[in-house]
């Protein structure tokens, strides 16, 4: 008996074997908090940037914030699909569960929709303005160069500090990105304390990522502890916490508004307890019975970095 004919218009089988794969790679290696953490570090910028430009009126999230948050999510989406191609070859031997290292997708399908996702991000953003789009194709364009210098420089990819400072631009073009996309529709005035709002964010985001590379006795991974050892770790995490709340107070000027919103405000100051017990308990941490390394707790890091954002968000929405 003869197959039916596939209906006209109808998507070929192997198109939607490939759809279902790629989907299963995304809800495998595209975990549910990168998506919060899109909405919230958007919504963060976005209404830091608005309330300092333009410190008379409170900030109000629109359609377009929307659009910077689904634009943003897919930029991490894409650049997530990027590193999987990049680190096939070390996966194959430390990760050998990932997806792509177990076949259940395909380095073509990654690169198709590698492009689809940079087509959809860009098409979303020129609902935004030109500039927008200008930026989210070169933050795109950033993490594809950053491939090809890793692969044809060992320093720039063995150097961890080195690799940090070529690396780390990627959060840069983002904060660029949500800030100039702003300012072209209106919820956010051009200015240097709206650029000032990069260095709150560089200082949250390094402090977080000092914290998961800092280790007693890990000698076998890319830790920052390993380059500076774990006391100088220590202190680039605390300082990097300093430097954000620092540029949170210099940014917001609390002294400026009456009570109770000052309060509000001052929190992040009140914040920094939280570097400080993970600090004091990383560095007064008995070397374990069983040899295991002794890792810098990472939880206050996280909720250092998630409660400063939120407060952020909450104190540009009721800003007076």
């Known amino acids: 008996m003869k197959s039916a004919p596939p209906r006209v218009g109808a998507p070929a089988p192997g198109l939607l074997a490939s759809i279902r794969r790629l989907a299963r790679f995304t809800v495998v290696r595209y975990e549910t908090h990168h998506l919060l953490y899109a909405v919230l570090f958007v919504a963060a910028v976005e209404s830091t940037a608005a309330v300092v430009s333009h410190p008379g009126s409170a900030w109000r999230p629109g359609w377009q914030t929307a659009v910077r948050v689904v634009v943003v999510a897919m930029l991490l989406l894409y650049l997530r699909m990027v590193d999987e191609i990049k680190d096939l070859d070390y996966d194959r031997e430390h990760n050998p569960d990932r997806p792509l290292v177990t076949g259940a997708v395909g380095v073509g399908e990654l690169w198709a929709a590698i492009g689809v996702v ?75 304390r709206s650029a000032g709002v990069a260095v709150l964010f560089a200082g949250a985001f390094l402090h977080f990522e000092f914290a998961r590379k800092t280790a007693h006795d890990r000698r076998s ?22 430097v954000a709340v620092g540029a949170d ?32 308990r990383f560095l007064r941490a008995a070397p374990a019975p069983d040899s295991r390394p ?9 909720v250092f970095v ?5 407060i952020l968000v909450i104190q540009a929405l009721t800003w007076r």
């Open 118 to 192: 940079a087509a959809v991000s860009a098409g979303l953003s020129l609902l935004l303005s030109w500039w927008s789009a200008v930026l989210v194709v070169a933050a795109m364009a950033y993490g594809l160069g950053l491939w090809a210098l890793e692969a044809r420089s060992a320093r720039v990819r063995d150097t961890l500090l080195l690799n940090l400072v070529v690396t780390y631009p990627v959060q840069l073009w983002i904060i660029a990105y949500l800030v100039v996309s702003a300012v072209d529709t209106g919820q956010v005035e051009s200015g240097w």
């Open 221 to 242: 991974e890319s830790y920052y502890s390993n380059v500076l050892g774990p006391q100088r770790s220590t202190c680039a995490i605390l300082a990097f916490a300093v």
């Open 249 to 280: 107070v210099v940014l917001l000027r609390p002294w400026d508004h009456g009570l109770p919103w000052a309060a509000l405000m001052w929190i992040p100051v009140l914040l920094l307890a939280l570097p400080v017990t993970g600090a004091y």
């Open 294 to 302: 002794r890792e810098y707790p990472v939880v206050p890091a996280v």
């Open 306 to 310: 998630l409660v400063l954002y939120l």
